[in-house]
């Protein structure tokens, strides 16, 4: 009989041996107080997914406060509206603010300074020429604005007596600007034709073979004088000769070597013709002389009102 090896007899006792059960588990029913309480108890994860699922919360702006913006002032008792023709993008409709017979031209306009870019630099002139072909106007500086209706017509109040003065004196007149430009070679070349001293310095310069430094200098300040002194003899006979068709004149500073005259006049509604004939006749009269004649605008050049206001 075959004897058993170590390896068999420790199968045969493992096949012997009962297999270890685990015991089953029981399920415990759980009360509904137990599982309200579950649902209460925050778990890390789950808060950190509803922080990321809460929407911002939306604050309502309101919109910039409004002020009125000024153009001009003129004579009217009774309610006036313009149009959209005011500044802003969408042009802002235009209309006036009463007191007693006085009344501001106004728009609707953002509190704060306002930019003097092109476009509202425009609008500014745009509702003064519109309004002027009915009224006479006292036009404003650019960018006044008051806070409310009831501040413009504070202003109005407190200066009623120096506005009704002033549109006394603009009734019925109208601005128009004349520029006058020169061709400063031509001129020259008249001059050294005319003035002897110049001729003969020039001619001097032009036969020199050395050095001419001091001619030079000579010449320089002889041709400046004379220029000087034609510009002056050609301004004096303009405004001269425009006079009985206007009413004032102010002269500004010229812009740019070219140009000898810079100057507005204040002229009556019944004298426009005339002013106009006279101006084309001294174009006429001076072949080196370029007449650039603007007009009519509202008296700007004659009407200084400006405001030191508070910033809102």
């Known amino acids: 009989m075959a004897k058993k090896t170590p390896a068999a007899r420790a199968k045969k006792r493992a096949a012997k041996k009962p297999a270890r059960r685990r015991p089953a588990r029981t399920a415990v029913a759980k009360s509904p107080r137990a599982e309200a309480a579950r649902a209460r108890t925050p778990h890390a994860p789950e808060r950190k997914a509803a922080i990321r699922d809460v929407a911002p919360a939306v604050v309502a702006t309101e919109p910039p406060a409004k002020g009125r913006y000024v153009y001009c002032i003129i004579r009217s008792d009774h309610a006036l509206n313009f149009g959209p023709i005011g500044i802003g993008d969408e042009p802002a409709p235009v209309y006036a603010v009463r007191c007693d017979d006085l009344s501001a031209v106004v728009s609707d306009s953002p509190l704060g300074v306002l930019d003097p870019t092109r476009d509202n630099v425009l609008a500014h002139q745009r509702v003064n020429e519109t309004v002027m072909r009915e009224y006479t106007v006292l036009p404003m500086s650019f960018g006044t604005v008051f806070k409310t209706r009831d501040d413009v017509t504070a202003f109005l109040k407190s200066a009623y007596r120096a506005f009704s003065d002033v549109l006394d004196k603009m009734e019925n007149k109208l601005e128009f600007g004349l520029k006058v430009l020169w061709d400063r070679d031509a001129v020259i070349r008249e001059i050294e034709e005319e003035d002897e001293d110049i001729h003969r310095l020039k001619t001097e310069i032009a036969a020199q073979k050395g050095s001419t430094y001091f001619a030079r200098m000579q010449y320089g300040r002889l041709i400046d004088a004379a220029l000087q002194s034609r510009s002056e003899r050609y301004v004096a006979e303009i405004f001269e000769r425009l006079r009985d068709v206007s009413v004032a ?17 204040l002229v009556s509604r019944d004298a426009e013709e005339a002013f106009d004939s006279r101006v084309k ?32």
């Open 249 to 265: 004149a102010r002269s500004n500073k010229p812009i740019g070597d070219r140009m000898i005259l810079n100057a507005a006049f």
């Open 281 to 312: 006749q001294l174009g006429g009269k001076h072949s080196m002389l370029t007449f650039r004649y603007t007009g009519p605008w509202p008296p700007y050049n004659f009407v200084n009102i400006r405001l030191k206001l508070e910033r809102a």
